[in-house]
């Protein structure tokens, strides 16, 4: 790969980055297939270049039976036929850093697709073979095998155990999928599992990738007696947050610091604990994680002013920066998130018809986008955030195709929702995701009202969540104080946050229902119309002064 252009050294450039995440399926489509693929991101750069973002991270674009959105790997070394080639994606990656953006891969080491090589060799091998031992394949428990081996669940639903079927047609041995029953998990204890993924951290980083995202990367280990799951206080979790981790994610930073150019790994690492999370942030293992905590924190003062705190406590004695989420391809959109009258973020209350006022939602997701841009570390924006997309909740339940939702008997609409195809243009759905005269509707339908929503709409509108954005993120590069940095709270009225991120710089917040007193300054940018020296309820502002 000797004329592949590396990232240049710019060592910390990780610890103020803005990354824009892209959900390949729902992006741009080039073919006209009505699914998004790699040469429509291509053909997108220069928004992304305009938006100003750092990087991309790019949600799995490898061969996959699509069971759960690509998360089902099958090959990592390739690329799904339906998003392109393996080609096009280093020309991605070239063409992203000419423009100085650099591409994050998604690697999912927890598990791989029931499609995979590996798993088709365990499944004929047939009992007892070695290549069985690659994963976690138990007897059932009952008289006949008939139980599941132990009473772990699926985070889709359901147990996390799936049987199998033996060659002579009688129910077999289980395998464990703490995912789908697409999704067997692998058994980091095996050599093989090891070697294997360092090797493909090689592959994409030998073809520029400037990082990786690593999927479900506290759930990876398991306790090899794969022993109930209990409630008995001191008992160490069986599957989260085990001990033995550490020492895999030390591998592989040693492999992305043998690399020029700061090549960071971003941990999906989904803890209650503070303390527990930044574990993995020491020196030696990751770069960042992503901040849950922020993310799924409801729209109130104590609790947003909490979460602040705490986020920066647990980062400190580690030295990595903190990251600010929003929204993602798993969560609600953040303006319908902020238009509930609850406003934080749980799996578990996923429902569908809750009541959301869009308008509220909006203003509050403004605000919040001035209040993630304006806090120490790097910030994570999802595609279609900067379009303030809400979730689209009237999918025709036959077009869903989340895992979530199947194994939900119709209860849990599951995660499409926020995955529909991006709008760029026109007045009529494709709304130029797909190019003009595409018969192939989009993957997922999008809602016939998102005329204005669409990127060009939103360009020419001053007022726009888009031209928000990029006012944002142009003041964001310009400010010395922003990005990685100092904080300080300054004194507040009772529901406003106020904080200093350097001399000069102040960035103030009303999430109490009246207007707040404007703190002295020069105003640099507003969520929203200010009132003579007053700042409305759920408005940002960043001042100089
Ligand atoms: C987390 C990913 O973000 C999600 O989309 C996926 O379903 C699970 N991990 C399993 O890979």
Same mark, same amino acid.
């Given at each position: 790969m000797a004329d592949t252009p590396q ?15 892209v959900?390949p399926r729902?992006?741009?489509?080039s073919n006209?297939?009505?699914?998004g693929d790699l040469a429509g991101v291509r ?13 991309l991270?790019f949600c799995p674009w490898y061969p996959s ?5 690509g998360?089902?790997v099958a090959d990592y070394r390739d690329v799904e036929p339906v998003f392109g080639t393996l080609a096009e994606a280093e020309k991605l990656i070239s063409e992203a850093l ?5 591409t994050i891969i998604d690697i999912v080491?927890?598990?791989?697709s029931?499609?995979h090589p ?78 294997e993924?360092?090797d493909i951290l090689r592959f994409w980083f030998d073809r520029g990738a400037g990082?990786v ?134 799996? $578990? ?5 809750? &009541?959301? !006022?869009?308008?509220?939602? /909006?203003?509050? @997701?403004? #605000? %919040? ?70 018969? $192939? ?5 999008? &809602?016939? !009202?998102?005329?204005?929503? /669409?990127?060009? @709409?939103? #360009? %020419? ?85």
């Amino acid at each position: 790969m000797a004329d592949t252009p590396q990232p240049e050294a710019d060592e910390n450039w990780w610890r103020g980055a803005v990354i824009y995440q892209v959900y390949p399926r729902s992006f741009a489509d080039s073919n006209g297939d009505g699914t998004g693929d790699l040469a429509g991101v291509r053909s997108r750069l220069p928004y992304l270049a305009e938006l100003g973002v750092n990087a991309l991270w790019f949600c799995p674009w490898y061969p996959s039976p699509m069971a759960d959105g690509g998360y089902d790997v099958a090959d990592y070394r390739d690329v799904e036929p339906v998003f392109g080639t393996l080609a096009e994606a280093e020309k991605l990656i070239s063409e992203a850093l000419a423009l100085g953006i650099r591409t994050i891969i998604d690697i999912v080491p927890n598990h791989i697709s029931a499609a995979h090589p590996w798993f088709r060799e365990a499944l004929a091998a047939g009992p007892g073979s070695p290549a069985r031992e690659r994963f976690w394949f138990r007897p059932g428990r009952g008289e006949h095998g008939e139980l599941p081996p132990n009473n772990w669940p699926s985070q889709f639903g359901g147990p996390a155990w799936t049987r199998t079927t033996d060659q002579d047609g009688t129910p077999g041995d289980w395998f464990l999928n703490l995912f789908d029953s697409e999704q067997p998990d692998l058994n980091w204890n095996h050599p093989d599992v090891r070697a294997e993924h360092e090797d493909i951290l090689r592959f994409w980083f030998d073809r520029g990738a400037g990082g990786v995202r690593i999927d479900s990367a506290a759930m990876v280990s398991k306790d090899p007696g794969l022993p109930d799951l209990t409630d008995e206080p001191g008992v160490p979790h069986p599957y989260v947050d085990r001990d033995e981790l550490h020492d895999i994610y030390r591998g592989w930073r040693s492999i992305a610091d043998s690399y020029p150019g700061a090549r960071i790994l971003v941990g999906e690492v989904w803890l209650p604990d503070a303390e527990r999370f930044a574990r993995y942030l020491r020196p030696d293992e990751m770069h960042t994680a992503f901040n849950f905590d922020f993310l799924a924190c409801p729209w109130e003062p104590a609790r947003l002013r909490t979460s602040i705190d705490t986020t920066l406590a647990a980062h400190a004695p580690v030295s990595a920066p903190a990251t600010w989420v929003l929204c993602n391809h798993d969560v609600t959109r953040t303006v319908t998130r902020y238009g509930r009258a609850d406003t934080g973020f749980d799996f $578990a209350t996923k429902a569908f018809g809750i &009541p959301t !006022d869009l308008e509220l939602g /909006t203003r509050r @997701a403004r #605000a %919040a986008a001035l209040l993630t841009l304006a806090l120490p570390g790097s910030v994570y924006l999802y595609q279609g955030e900067e379009l303030g997309l809400p979730e689209v909740e009237d999918i025709p339940l036959d077009k869903l195709q989340d895992p979530m939702y199947l194994r939900s008997a119709d209860t849990n609409p599951g995660r499409d929702g926020c995955r529909v195809p991006l709008p760029w243009g026109g007045s009529a759905s494709p709304f130029g995701f797909s190019p003009a005269g595409t018969t $192939a509707e989009p993957w997922l339908p999008q &809602p016939a !009202d998102w005329a204005s929503r /669409t990127a060009d @709409a939103q #360009a %020419a509108d001053p007022d726009s969540m888009l031209s928000l954005y990029r006012a944002a993120m142009r003041l964001r590069r310009a400010e010395a104080g922003l990005g990685d940095g100092s904080f300080a709270w300054l004194d507040s009225a009772p529901g406003v946050l106020a904080f200093r991120r350097s001399p000069e710089f102040v960035c103030v917040l009303n999430l109490a229902d009246s207007p707040a007193q404007l703190p002295e300054g020069t105003v640099l940018l507003a969520s929203g119309p200010l009132a003579e020296g007053r700042l409305p309820a759920d408005t940002a502002v960043w001042l100089r002064g």
